[in-house]
Structure formats: C-alpha cells, structure tokens
C-alpha cells in the first residue's frame, strides 16, 4: 500500500469536485439547509413566545434525563428538537459521501478514464480507498461546519441549558468519532452500488438502505422509546468500526482490475 | 522487450483471443492488424496487466504477468482507445495525476516537456473538455509518455482524428521511434502499419502472420516487374520465359508482368535480354501490392481456414 498514490487519487478527487458545480451545489445546499432549520426553530422559540401550547414531552415523563427533566417546558422541547434535528445533521455524512462516490465514480465511467489509471503502478486497493477517502472528507467536514455552526448559533440563541444539553458528549462524540465512520460506509456503498449502475440517482437511493437502520433508530428516539446515551454510543463504535472494515475489505475484494474494467461501464 | 507465449483470453464462451505467442524487440515498432473484434485491445490489455490471460503468459520488459504486475505497469505507457482524460481538469492537471502515480522524479519538467513537444503548452491551464479530439489524443500520448516507458503500447492512436491530427500523431510516432523505444501500435490504417512498423502481426482471434510489411507483400505474390511496350513484339514472351532468373511471364494488354525473385540483380539482365530481342521498352517497374491488399487476403485465408 503506497500511501502517496493514494494521496494523488484523493487530491484528483478533490480538484475535480471543486470543479463539478452539482457535487458542490449538493454539498454545501444539504447542510445549508439543515443549519438554517434548526437555528429558525430556535429563533423562532426565542422571540416567538407561547407558539407552543401542547409540550412535546410533558413534565413529569417517566425516564426523562435529568438534564431535561430540570429544564423549563419551552427549553425542553427545543432540546428534544434539536435533538432530532441532529440525527439528520448525523446523516450528512451517510448521504453525501453516496452521492460524490457515485458521481466520481459514473463520471469516470463517462470519460473512460478507469483504464488508463488502471495501467499505472497504482493497486486496486489504492484507487478504491482514494475514491472512498475523497468522498469522505468533505462530507464529514460538511456535517462537522454544520455541527459548529449549529452549536455556535444556539449559544447565541438558546438557552445556557439547551445549549448545554445540544454539545453533550453523545453528540460531540457521534460527530467526531461516528459520522466519519458512517460517512465511509456510506462511500463504499457508493462506490459498490455505483460501479453496478449507470445512474447516480439509482446508486444513490440504493446505497440509501445504508440510512435506513439510523432512520430506524432515529425514529425510535422521536417516539420517546430510547434516550441515547453516551455508553450506548461508545458499546455500538466496535460494532461500526467491524462493519466498516468488513465493507472496505469486501469493496476491495469485489474489484479487481478487470472487474472495474468491465463492470465500471 | 514483448514475449507473449500462447496467450488466450476467453469472456465466458466468447474466445476473445486464442494462443497468441509473439516475439517484439526493443527498440521495433510492431504494428497489430485486424478487424474489429479480433481481439487486439484485449491483447494490448492483457500485455498491461489490465485483464488476466485465461491462459498463456508473456513478458514485458523482463517482468512476468501475474507475478510482477507493478513492474509491467511501470514499464510500459498505455495509449487506449478513448482518450480518457479529466474533461474538468487542466492539461498540467491531467499530466501532474499521471505523473505522480508513476513516481516521476520532476513532474513539472516532464508535463513541460511533453506539453511543448505536443505543442498543447500555450493551451496547458484550459480544461480538456474544451480540447478537440487531436488534442486531447495528444495530451492523452503525452500523458503515456511521461515516465518514460521503455514500451509504448497505442491503441488505435489516429482512428477518429481527422487527417491532418492523424499526421501529426503518426509523425509524432515516428520520432519516438528515432529514439529506441519500443512501439506496440493497433490500427485500422493500413498505410500508417506500412510507414512506420518494422513488422505487423495479423490477428483474428489467432495470430494469422507476423512480418515485415515488405515480406508480407512479397511472401503473398511474390516479387514481379511490369514492363510496358511501346508495341507488341512477336515472340517476345517465349523469350523471356527461356531466360533462368524468370519464374514466370503473364502476357498484359501494353506489356508483360515478368515474376523474378530478385529484381535488383536480375533487372539488368532481363532489360538487356528484352532489349535484344528486339522490345521498345517505355517503362519498366516494380509491381507494388499495398499493405491493404495482403491484409484482405489474409482475412480470406483466415476465414477459409476457420471454415
Ligand atoms: N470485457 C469484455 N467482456 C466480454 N467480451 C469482451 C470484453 N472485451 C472484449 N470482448 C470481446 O472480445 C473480442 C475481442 O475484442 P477486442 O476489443 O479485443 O477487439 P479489437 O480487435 O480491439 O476490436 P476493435 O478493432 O473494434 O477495437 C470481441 O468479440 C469482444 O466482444
Ligand atoms: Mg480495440
């Protein structure tokens, strides 16, 4: 493995969606989005007072944390907002490196491209981790701008608590530790769904399955059924982390030379 | 330089390439002939280390397929059969990628270099999507050149270009010929075989004949002369079939054609011969088969054989 070659494909990567004005729409649109929502839903807390009269979570639920529980009514329902707000902020990092894989990749299907790299000294392996580092990183520093921007906006608009309750580890942590590890599993999705198909939107809503079980989760805690903790997070990163290697292991496995040749047309 | 002994590659039922063994030197331009589909990418692919053989191995520059697949890679420079260039990215970016994948000691000096022999350098901060197709094959032959590769291996270099980016090209070739470096060229043209490849080899799934292009002209017809008359001469024909060297004489409507193994020797001797017997000679030359016609025989050939 010659870490220099990778290097290469991951600054080829980066130099091209610099240049590609839909991958760049798409990643900085999503976030965008996202920020501007959960900062309007506090804004809108802030100086537009009593729009809730039916509190999410009434007080006195049982199993409530005592971070929330101790809140007042206004404050704890924007927590818990901002709470679900963050599992989408979380699937920035599943959905986008999808997306830039499977565009990089149709893209040099498109152009032709994969042959002549493929007859230079460069391993299958080093092609692969550089297309799926590529698509990493810019989405993992999507959500983590996103995450800072969202943290640094609810100092200024929420309350100590809330904001307090918003950088607790279990978020800090998923966005440091997990959303990498969610963003390339979801790149080697890409790059598996991809190179069977010739539309990025077919890779991408395929590779989607990949958001579905943290869409299970996430609907889980929005119905109250499960508070994330922080020891949930850290048991379930092992887990993650296996997976994670078994689906680069297989991506690698699955292309060799000529497999990309044939099958990334 | 190329050894390849009994390569076969089959996808699936489809025997793409059969037993094909060959022999380049250093330095040689080998042409590769064929028709479309007769497998030559897939050998070119094969010699690149870019598909397995299915059977057979060769040796490129000393290394083996399959056992030292990265040494075959940094040995040779691969022309393919779409540019393939980054279509967002600049010709310096383009080249720089390559460049660095290949561990090029001075990247910028190569890209410089081959950029201006190419003459692309005024053109080297533009995004090759905007190229036309002579440039960007240009850029693309560059981009095979630009570590230096002790084997070229063209796949089709001037098929799409127009004729004067085909020139350019097949000049440009036959400069990186003056320097030593081994060519391995696929194309349709068979002109472009004839001019610049000390030897062609004919595949149709087989190899069905490997030679120079003189050799297989003559090989196919054999050598002969045509004489033209400026009147018929009577009894001539018997006269010249008398003669030792001639191996045969075909009566023509202005002339002769006169079959002789070895014109240079003997052409002064049958001129001297006519001249005696009386023939007005107006002209008298070598009859020449071009590269185009052997090629349809041997198909014919390769055809009747498979049948
Ligand atoms: N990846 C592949 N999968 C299946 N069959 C293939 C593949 N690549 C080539 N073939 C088949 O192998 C045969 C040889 O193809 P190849 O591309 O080597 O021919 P060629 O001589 O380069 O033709 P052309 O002049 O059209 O470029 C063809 O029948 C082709 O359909
Ligand atoms: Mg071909």
């Known amino acids: 493995m010659n870490t220099g070659r990778i290097r290469v494909i991951v600054r080829k990567e980066w130099l091209d969606m610099r240049k590609n004005k839909m991958v760049l729409g798409m990643m900085f649109l999503l976030p965008l989005i996202l920020v501007l929502m959960i900062l309007g839903t506090a804004a809108a ?25 101790q809140m007042d009514t206004d404050d704890r329902t924007l927590a818990i907002l901002n709470d679900q707000y963050m599992f989408y902020l979380l699937m920035i990092p599943m959905v ?31 092609l ?8 990493v990183t810019p989405a993992v520093i999507a959500a983590w701008a996103s995450f800072a921007l969202t ?57 989607g399955l990949l958001v579905v079980p943290l869409l299970g989760v996430s609907f889980l805690v929005l119905m109250g059924r499960v508070y994330l903790d922080t020891g949930t997070l850290l048991w379930v990163t092992p887990i993650i982390l296996a997976l994670n290697a078994a ?14 040749l044939t099958r990334w047309k | 330089m190329i050894h390849a002994e009994g390569l076969v590659k089959r996808f699936g039922d489809n025997l793409a390439v059969d037993d094909v063994s060959l022999e380049v030197r250093q330095g040689e331009v080998f042409g590769f002939l064929g028709p479309n589909g007769a497998g030559k990418t897939t050998t070119v692919r094969m010699l690149t280390t870019l598909v397995a053989p299915t059977g057979g191995t060769a040796w490129v520059n000393g290394h083996q397929l399959g ?41 910028p000096a190569q890209v410089r270099k081959y950029l201006t022999l190419l003459e692309l350098w005024d053109r080297r901060d533009e995004p090759v999507g905007g190229f036309s197709k002579g440039m960007q094959q240009k850029l693309a032959i560059a981009r095979a050149l630009l570590h230096e590769p002790p084997a070229l291996f063209l796949d ?129 030359e070598e009859e020449s088969h071009t590269l185009e016609q052997v090629y349809f025989d041997l198909m014919a050939e390769s055809r009747e054989a498979v049948a």
């Not at chain 1, 565009?103 to 080093?126: M, Q, V, W």
């Not at chain 1, 990498?180 to 790149?187: D, E, H, I």
């Not at chain 2, 799934?205 to 009147?231: E, F, I």
């Open chain 1, 45 to 69: 807390f802030r100086y537009v007072p009593e729009q809730m009269s039916d509190p999410l979570v009434p007080e006195g639920t049982p199993g409530l944390p005592p971070a929330l529980a």
């Open chain 1, 96 to 126: 986008l490196p999808v997306y830039i894989a499977s565009y990089s990749i149709i893209g040099e299907k498109e152009t032709r491209s994969l042959e002549p790299i493929l007859a230079t000294p460069i391993s299958t392996a080093e």
């Open chain 1, 128 to 135: 692969l981790i550089g297309k799926v580092v590529g698509a």
């Open chain 1, 151 to 207: 943290a640094l906006g609810m100092y200024f608009l929420a309350t100590r608590p809330v904001f307090l309750y918003l950088i607790r580890p279990i978020w800090t942590v998923g966005m440091l530790i997990h959303s990498p590890l969610f963003a390339l599993m979801s790149a080697s999705g890409g790059v598996i769904a991809s190179s069977r198909l010739n539309d990025p939107r077919a890779a991408q809503q395929i590779s």
């Open chain 1, 247 to 260: 689906i680069l292991w297989l991506t690698v496995r699955i292309f060799q030379r000529e497999t990309i």
């Open chain 2, 67 to 107: 056992v030292a697949d990265a040494q075959v890679r940094a040995s040779v420079g691969l022309l393919t059969e779409a540019p393939g260039l980054y279509p967002r990215l600049t010709a310096v970016e383009n080249l720089g990628i390559y460049g660095q994948l290949h561990g090029v000691e001075d990247v």
């Open chain 2, 156 to 284: 089709e270099p001037t098929a799409a270009l127009d004729p004067e980016a085909a020139r350019v090209v097949r000049d440009f070739i036959e400069t990186l010929r003056g320097e030593g470096r081994t060519i391995f060229l696929c194309t349709h043209n068979l002109d472009e075989a004839d001019r610049l490849c000390d030897r062609v080899g004919v595949i149709r799934q087989r190899l069905v004949r490997v030679d120079t292009p003189a050799n297989l002209r003559h090989g196919l017809y054999g050598r002969s002369v045509r004489v033209r008359l400026a009147q018929p001469t009577p009894g001539l024909e018997a006269s010249v079939a008398a003669l030792p060297f001639v191996q045969g004489v075909t009566p023509l409507e202005d002339g002769l054609r006169v079959a002789l193994d070895d014109p240079e020797t003997h052409n002064p001797n049958l001129v001297r011969a006519l001249v005696a017997a009386g023939a007005a000679i107006q002209y008298l």
